[in-house]
């Protein structure tokens, strides 16, 4: 018989019902994480912003969009929560680097991150694809992945840890012959994220 401390605290937990936190605690895990989320600002990184922030976390929206960044900006300071907004392309090492010294100059750490940047443009089929439209796919859907978590990986480690969230695509997972290099690209963000976790 499997001994449930060493199946992991879920499983202990449903051994002993005392030990799961009451619920209403549940709302509120991230009381006073510092959270990034590139391409915060819309989509499902809007709704990752908002939920972080419903849950207590101090977000910080990364976005190249201006006005959707601020937008959930202010939904999250309306709901009573705290976050701000940066407007940074994560293709360019220099405005990811200025991103990292504002956030660790305002918290001194970062807890969670999450990579949601990524894009299927342009969406171009494979036998009148080139080199520019490769590397254009490249940058936004895997190259930036590399660029944002090194940023923040060392203060993660340097302050006992975190959490690192990459999103990708199903299209990662399938054969999708619309756009190849779109789902080489999301296969090699799963790769990468599987990787660096058992590093």
């Given amino acids: 018989m499997t001994d449930p401390e060493s199946a992991g605290p879920l499983a202990a937990s449903t051994q002993d019902p005392s030990r ?4 209403d605690d549940w709302y509120r895990l991230l009381d006073g994480r510092v959270a990034v989320v590139t391409g915060g600002g819309a989509g ?3 709704a990752i912003s908002r939920l972080f922030g419903a849950h207590g976390a101090l ?3 990364v976005d190249s969009d201006p006005d959707v ?3 959930v900006v202010e939904d999250i300071e309306a709901a009573g929560g705290v976050a701000r907004a940066h407007v940074v392309d ?4 220099a405005e990811v680097e200025d991103l990292r010294g504002e956030v660790l100059g305002e918290h001194g750490r970062i807890d969670v991150l999450v ?3 990524g ?3 342009p969406l171009v089929r494979f036998h009148d694809s080139s080199p520019e439209s490769w590397s254009a796919m490249y940058a936004a859907n895997l190259e930036h992945l ?4 090194r940023a923040f990986l060392q203060p993660m480690i340097d302050s006992g840890g975190g959490s690192i969230v990459n999103v990708h695509s199903v299209e990662g997972m399938r054969g999708f012959p619309g756009e190849p290099v779109y789902a080489a690209m999301k296969a090699g963000a799963a790769h990468f994220t599987s990787s660096l976790a058992v590093g």
């Fill in 20 to 23: 799961v936190p009451p619920i």
């Fill in 44 to 46: 499902i990184g809007g």
């Fill in 59 to 61: 977000v910080e929206v």
């Fill in 69 to 71: 960044a601020t937008l």
């Fill in 90 to 93: 994560v293709r360019s090492d």
């Fill in 115 to 117: 990579n949601n940047v």
């Fill in 119 to 121: 894009d299927h443009r």
């Fill in 146 to 149: 590399f660029r944002v978590t």
